[in-house]
């Protein structure tokens, strides 16, 4: 139970009071954020509440959050916003005082890690930690060259946006930086190297060549790389899971060539993957450094960079302090604490396991009665699912995939969404108390979806063909629209029975 009703109806209301004005503000988007991109641009949610797995529109109309990963153990869990309350009122300061909430978070979060990976700083966000982290490399190892991953996205500041052909290489982005070095992004269904292509081949040492090249080039001129960063699964870049040996293999090229191995766990660290506390763990990896935010702080603007002695040793010697005003303040310290709580007292890795499990065989049957699903793919609550407009040719639906996401929240009010390279990659990464009854709930709906998307695709190949029926070809034709018809009947038979459920 939230343990501040009065507090959300008294807000609430307030809202409700002051609506005309809010709307009056936000309906020319011309006052703030032009740049800023808005889920659903075309019917906009004005989400005013949030628990658990579910927001509440100012109607008050409830959404199943598919979509929310940085509400890591659930939007407004009681206890993550208490620990940050008491601490609130308590005092919060910056992190050049010494403080409890600090030592403890610093202790229980390299605790989960592996050896050597012993000492933190604290950030505020993604993007400061992979641009503190590439500092770290940079320091240490000399040199300033990068190998990233096409379609990564590292985050918002400059250091990063070289790094992250999501947005460099969108029309209008900046210029790559020569010390930047891009390798294939290790998508094993649409990527250089596929299953398809290579059945029998090992897609991980594919994969890890161009990187292993880029560092021969590099050593051949004298400059070696400082550092390989990847996302340990690609999200943005449409829910990448690199085949077994990747990371193996392109950590022994990097080290061979003098680099450090950067792990962005943003998105899917602390326990998501269900069968380890970060994802990088499923590939027998051990980073360099390790970087951490969205989901430990729920919410709340915290992060971290997990390194080695020798390393952080390194960039103590240069003399050059490093301080973060808001980095590890109390206040961030003690949520960060109560989220990681949570995620052990609630066992919501293992949670993440089991239901992961069950979405991926559900998602598979979908496959098999759906031709549109090219793929499936995922591990624990990191699921992807990939359109297409026919299997054969893995040719991608974006159509398909931004109509399903608006269909989902217009009709089921289940909120998914969309990504990849051809923007045709549903997503699911929900709050890890993602239950059984919520799974069905998406499953039931994303049914309804497909099968509508299906019924109305035959309907159009139905008319056609009708529209091409002459005298020569009549009876063939007449048998292929029959043929369609009757599937078309089956479809709404099923849409009915899905929607009588």
């Known amino acids: 139970m939230d343990p501040r009703p009065h507090l959300i109806q008294s807000t609430v209301s307030e809202m409700q009071q002051c609506n005309f004005v809010v709307k009056d503000v936000l309906k020319p988007l011309t006052f703030f954020r032009q740049a800023c991109q808005l889920f659903y641009r075309s019917d906009p949610l004005k989400i005013v509440r949030g628990q658990g797995q579910y927001m509440f529109d100012e109607e008050g109309t409830r959404y199943l959050d598919c979509i929310n990963n940085v509400a890591h153990v659930g939007h407004c869990h009681p206890e993550v916003v208490r620990a940050g309350a008491l601490q609130m009122a308590t005092i919060s300061t910056n992190n050049r005082f010494l403080h409890d909430e600090l030592v403890q978070c610093a202790q229980t979060l390299t605790s989960k890690m592996p050896?050597?990976?012993?000492?933190?700083?604290?950030?505020?966000?993604?993007?400061?930690?992979?641009?503190?982290?590439?500092?770290?490399?940079?320091?240490?190892?000399?040199?300033?060259?990068?190998?990233t991953l096409d379609h990564a996205y590292h985050g918002h500041l400059q250091a990063v946006m070289e790094v992250s052909p999501y947005k460099f290489n969108q029309p209008g982005g900046e210029k790559k930086p020569d010390y930047v070095h891009v390798a294939p992004c290790p998508d094993i269904y649409g990527g250089q190297f596929t299953d398809k292509m290579y059945p029998n081949a090992d897609l991980g040492a594919l994969y890890a060549q161009p990187i292993e090249e880029i560092c021969q080039r590099q050593l051949a001129k004298g400059q070696g790389v400082a550092a390989f960063i990847a996302e340990s699964l690609q999200s943005c870049g449409g829910?990448?899971?690199?085949?077994?040996?990747?990371?193996?293999?392109?950590?022994?090229?990097?080290?061979?060539?003098?680099?450090?191995?950067?792990?962005?766990?943003?998105?899917?660290?602390?326990?998501?993957?269900g069968s380890?506390?970060?994802?990088?763990?499923?590939?027998?990896?051990?980073?360099?450094?390790?970087?951490?935010?969205?989901?430990?702080?729920?919410?709340?603007?915290?992060g971290a960079v997990v390194t080695t002695q020798e390393i952080a040793q390194a960039f103590h010697a240069t003399g050059v302090a490093y301080f973060n005003t808001y980095g590890g303040n109390p206040v961030s310290c003690a949520i960060a604490n109560a989220v990681m709580r949570v995620i052990d007292q609630e066992g919501l890795q293992q949670n993440a396991l089991q239901l992961g499990d069950y979405l991926l065989r559900e998602c598979g049957h979908l496959k098999q009665e759906f031709e549109c699903i090219g793929d499936v793919r995922g591990v624990g609550l990191?699921?992807?699912?990939?359109?297409?407009e026919e299997r054969e040719g893995r040719t991608p639906d974006t159509k398909a995939a931004r109509w399903v996401v608006n269909r989902m929240k217009q009709l089921h009010q289940v909120l998914v969404s969309s990504d990849g390279p051809n923007d045709n990659v549903i997503k699911l990464k929900p709050p890890m108390c993602f239950s059984r009854e919520n799974a069905d709930e998406f499953l039931l709906a994303f049914r309804?979806?497909?099968?509508?998307?299906?019924?109305?695709?035959?309907?159009?190949?139905?008319?056609?063909?009708?529209?091409?029926?002459?005298?020569t070809t009549h009876g063939v034709i007449a048998s292929t629209a029959e043929t369609l018809a009757n599937k078309t009947k089956l479809f709404e038979r099923q849409d009915r029975l899905i929607k009588s459920v």
């Open 276 to 302: 380890h506390y970060w994802a990088f763990e499923t590939q027998n990896v051990v980073p360099d450094i390790v970087c951490v935010a969205k989901p430990m702080g729920n919410g709340h603007p915290v």
């Open 115 to 147: 050896e050597p990976l012993s000492v933190c700083f604290f950030v505020n966000s993604g993007s400061e930690a992979n641009d503190l982290a590439l500092r770290l490399a940079r320091n240490f190892t000399k040199r300033q060259d990068v190998i």
């Open 239 to 273: 829910q990448i899971l690199p085949p077994a040996g990747y990371f193996r293999a392109v950590y022994d090229a990097v080290r061979s060539s003098g680099g450090l191995c950067i792990a962005d766990e943003v998105q899917v660290g602390f326990g998501r993957v």
């Open 382 to 388: 990191f699921v992807g699912i990939e359109l297409v």
């Open 448 to 471: 309804e979806c497909l099968a509508t998307l299906t019924q109305d695709k035959l309907a159009k190949e139905v008319a056609t063909v009708a529209a091409t029926t002459n005298s």
